[in-house]
């Protein structure tokens, strides 16, 4: 089969789709027939080689992914081949026309759900997930402020926020982001890139300011956002990329609580209730994966390159 493989990290083209061996399925295992891929910017931080945990050389990257069982193990008792399915981790990495995953990091896909829109589930979904509900807590009624909406992990969110009945706010750069993100059910959307916002959003709050930050590029906006929290306010660091002087006075005026979180750390039990909730949320049609921009899989590098440097509209795709 044909597989991105990275011999050295570094810069995108390390990206190399070369001719693999299909992997064999292990009693536990199942293959999936990949059908597309969901491009992370994490995938782009381990391949540069400066994320802190690295996955030994050569490796293929991916984790997120959709398409058809291909073969299952003799354990495996809840997919078979033919079933449509969206995998939320594989231990040959999905770029890939196939990919082996255990058969807990399968899951079935709704018919209503294209391969595309399967490959941008897990990562951005259980991220905005764990970060609205099972670390922030949020609440009907209460005001989320999705800091850097127009990806995958906040356009995510504002489904969450939207389904569990929170008033959603959401931040883009682009007018295409923007428009993004009213479309998928904010309340308001306002530009990140703009000195001021945090100013205009304690605004259209009424002075109150909102209950729960999803904070994506923390190192930019972790003091300012501040400015736009209500008294015990929570802020859930979801991405951050580099440093920041930060004043923790500031969390004291309004009894606020910062949450770290990384995906990688839920429990079990967390982990089948995203699975739960993701399911009834595609199928049901409230969750609708948004794609931006889908690249053939030989071309790997130019999506590294397009999900860092580009602005944001959805998920980037690779189709093998
Ligand atoms: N903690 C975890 O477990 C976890 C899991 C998944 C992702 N992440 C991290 O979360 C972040 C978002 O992931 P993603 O998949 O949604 O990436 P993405 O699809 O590339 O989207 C990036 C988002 O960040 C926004 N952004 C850019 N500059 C910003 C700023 N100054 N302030 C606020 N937002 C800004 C972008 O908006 P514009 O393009 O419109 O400017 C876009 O909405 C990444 O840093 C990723 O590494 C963390």
Redesign the pocket.
């Known amino acids: 089969m044909k597989a991105i493989v990275i011999r050295e990290f570094g810069s995108p083209e390390v990206l190399k789709l070369e001719e693999v061996d299909l992997p064999s399925t292990g009693t536990s295992q199942v293959l999936v027939k990949v059908g597309a891929v969901g491009v ?3 995938d782009t931080y381990l391949r540069s080689g400066v994320y802190p945990k690295l996955p030994p050389l050569p490796y293929t990257p991916g984790k997120d992914s959709a398409g058809v069982v291909e073969a299952v193990g003799s354990d495996v008792r809840d997919v078979k081949p033919g079933d449509r399915v969206y995998t939320s981790g594989s231990l040959t990495g999905t770029y890939a026309e196939y990919t082996l995953c255990e058969e807990r990091d399968v899951a079935p896909l709704p018919d209503n759900v294209t391969f595309e829109q399967g490959a941008g589930i897990w ?2 979904y259980a ?1 905005a997930f764990r970060a609205m509900f099972q670390k922030a807590k949020a609440g009907p009624g209460e005001s989320v402020l999705i ?8 356009l995510a969110a504002i489904q969450w926020a939207k389904n569990a009945g929170l008033n959603a706010i959401g ?4 007018a295409e ?1 923007k428009q993004l993100i009213l479309d998928n059910g904010t309340d308001a959307a306002f530009d ?2 703009e000195e001021g916002h945090l100013d205009a959003i304690l605004e259209h709050t009424g002075g109150k300011g909102v209950d729960v930050i999803i904070e ?2 923390a190192n ?2 972790l003091e300012r956002d501040f400015k736009a929290l209500a008294m015990f306010g929570r802020i859930v660091i ?2 951050s ?1 580099g440093s920041l002087e930060f004043s923790p006075r500031l969390t004291m005026g309004k009894d606020a609580s910062i949450f770290g ?3 990688f750390n839920y429990s079990e039990s967390d982990r089948l209730e995203i699975r739960d909730a993701v399911f009834s949320g595609l199928s049901d049609g409230s969750l609708n994966p948004i794609v931006n921009r889908s690249f053939p899989l030989s071309e790997a590098p130019a999506a590294h390159v397009a ?1 860092i440097e580009t ?2 509209a959805g998920k980037i795709v690779l189709v093998p």
């Open positions: 992370n910017p994490v990562t951005p991220t800091h850097g909406a127009s990806g995958g992990v906040g931040t883009a750069s682009s982001g990140h890139s994506m590029l930019v906006n979801v991405g990329r979180m990384s995906l999900v602005k944001a």
